[in-house]
């Protein structure tokens, strides 16, 4: 079973940078890619950004140019480094790994 934990959301204003974190533990052993998703109010969760186990990355159209998703695997650990904030990135942002989601880490882009 794992366990993820994210960290590192906030309130902060349009154009700012954020960087979340989410700490993987517990059996990673046949685990693939891990990914970044949000859901905003009313809705649907979206897939933002994922990175596989060989660390090719993959972001999202939407926020292609301003989000990185970037891994360390000796502290078990995937970032997402997220700059010039924009209102429409307000969302709860989770990590999901091998089935397994985060709980989750609120972001609020808001002057």
């Known amino acids: 079973q794992v366990h993820l934990v994210e960290s590192g959301g906030g309130l902060v204003e349009p154009g700012a940078s954020l960087r979340l974190s989410c700490l993987v533990s517990?059996?990673?052993?046949?685990?693939?890619?891990m990914g970044w998703y949000r859901q905003a109010p009313g809705k649907e969760r979206e897939m933002v950004a994922t990175i596989s186990m060989s660390d090719k990355p993959y972001v999202a159209d939407f926020v292609r140019g301003r989000f990185t998703i970037s891994r360390d695997k000796e502290k078990n650990t995937t970032y997402l480094q997220m700059n010039s904030l924009k209102p429409e990135d307000t969302a709860v942002y989770f990590c999901?790994?091998?089935?397994?989601w985060g709980q989750g880490t609120q972001v609020t882009v808001s002057s």
């Open positions: 999901f790994l091998g089935g397994s």
């Open positions: 517990g059996d990673t052993t046949c685990i693939s890619a």
